[in-house]
Every structure is written in structure tokens, then in C-alpha cells.
């Protein structure tokens, strides 16, 4: 396994657009954590799944973001309606229950013109 | 309130040189503690890790790190730079099954 990726690395959108991005995580891990990381700042979790379930959304996560775990495997990371605001590097994580280490993809690159 | 605190926004030390980056969390019990590093447009790479036991842990590529539970700190050290170690790092805290990070310290190394 050649750890966590992320599909797209960068993505040029134009404003009100919908955007997906893809993570697929280290296979045996069942907990998969999706981050957000403006220019200047450390990550800012978004939320995160353990198998399947979605457990817990940060306040940041607004009514236009969505994600999603089908089979508790690949998570897909979908913004509607995307806005300035939402240029960002997007970053996944994967691990093992319990948080003992989480291991991150190299991030998408969303920029909104 | 914020969990973890970076203090320093840049550090630029000369190759050869050591180094510290300083780390201050808050948080009740004591927390998992991580130190990541991110090179320009990359993810995080995780260089060390404290969860309990000897407060002195080694990571990768020569860094090591001190928890220090009477000043709430865990602060990062290398005795020698190379160039290469010029990168952004996180200091984190794992607590609510998830990963809280500081702001980032970006180093600069001086040839």
C-alpha cells in the first residue's frame, strides 16, 4: 500500500460551480478524517468517519459541503455552490481506531476564480 | 480556546546550527502530542510522536522532542540543520479522536 491518496491534487474551479474531490485511504485503517488548510495556517479539522458513519462535523463544515464514506472504504469530499472563501489545500487522513498515528495524502489544491 | 500554541510564526537559523520550535498546548489530562512537517505544497509527514512514558522521544530524519507536563509544552529540537529541513512544522495534539494542529512554525535555513 502506498498510503493515503487524494484525487485531484489541484483543481481550478469558477465561482458557484460544485466540486468532488476523492481520498482513498490506507486499506486496513477504518477511520478517515477529512482537513482544511488556508495559506498561512495549520489544518482545521472538518470531520471525520469511522467505517462507514460520519461521527463528527466541525462548525466549519457549512450546508454546502457533504461527505461521504459509502462502503467504508474511499471518502469523497463534495462543495456546492463553492465561493472565494473556499480556496484551500483539502487534506486526508487515515487511521487506525484510536488515533494512536494518522497518516495524510498530499492534499488537494481547490482555487476558486 | 485554542489547544495548541506555536509562538513562533518563522525561525531562520543557519545551516549547521541546532534548533527549537517551541510548543505549548492546553488541555486537561495529558494529551497524545505529534510534531508534523510539511514541505512546500505537500501533506504533513508525521516526525514524531508522545503518548505516554519517557518524555524525551526520537523521531525521524534526527529530530527529538521534550514533554514537559509543568509547563504544558512540547517543544521540538534538531542539534544540527540541513538545508533540507527548511519546511513548515505542526505541533498537534489528539484529543476527541481527532488531530487539533497549532499554526505552524515556518524554518528558514541560512547556507
Known amino acids: 500500500d502506498t498510503g493515503v491518496s487524494q484525487d485531484p491534487r489541484h483543481k481550478i474551479t469558477k465561482r458557484g460551480q460544485n466540486v468532488t474531490f476523492r481520498c482513498d485511504p490506507i486499506s486496513e485503517h477504518n477511520r478517515l478524517y477529512w482537513y482544511r488548510q488556508t495559506l498561512g495556517q495549520g489544518p482545521e479539522f472538518l470531520t471525520y468517519f469511522q467505517n462507514e458513519a460520519q461521527l463528527e462535523k466541525s462548525r466549519l463544515l457549512s450546508d454546502r459541503f457533504s461527505a461521504e464514506r459509502p462502503k467504508g472504504s474511499f471518502s469523497t469530499l463534495e462543495i456546492q455552490r463553492t465561493e472565494q472563501g473556499d480556496s484551500a489545500m483539502y487534506l486526508c487522513?487515515?487511521?487506525?481506531?484510536?488515533?494512536?498515528?494518522?497518516?495524510f495524502g498530499q492534499g488537494t489544491r481547490l482555487t476558486v476564480v | 480556546a485554542q489547544s495548541v500554541t506555536q509562538p513562533d510564526i518563522h525561525i531562520t537559523v543557519s545551516e549547521g546550527a541546532s534548533l527549537e520550535l517551541r510548543c505549548n498546548y492546553s488541555y486537561g489530562a495529558t494529551p497524545y502530542l505529534f510534531w508534523y512537517v510539511q514541505s512546500p505544497g505537500q501533506g504533513l509527514q508525521l516526525l514524531l510522536k508522545?503518548?505516554?512514558?519517557?518524555?524525551l522521544v526520537q523521531g525521524i530524519k534526527g529530530f527529538e522532542a521534550e514533554f514537559k507536563r509543568s509547563q504544558s509544552s512540547f517543544n521540538l529540537r534538531k542539534p544540527s540543520v540541513h538545508w533540507s529541513d527548511a519546511a513548515e512544522y505542526f505541533c498537534a495534539v489528539g484529543r476527541d479522536d481527532k488531530i487539533i494542529f497549532g499554526k505552524g512554525t515556518r524554518l528558514h535555513i541560512l547556507p
Open positions: 487522513a487515515s487511521s487506525l481506531t484510536g488515533l494512536i498515528e494518522a497518516f
Open positions: 508522545y503518548f505516554s512514558g519517557d518524555t
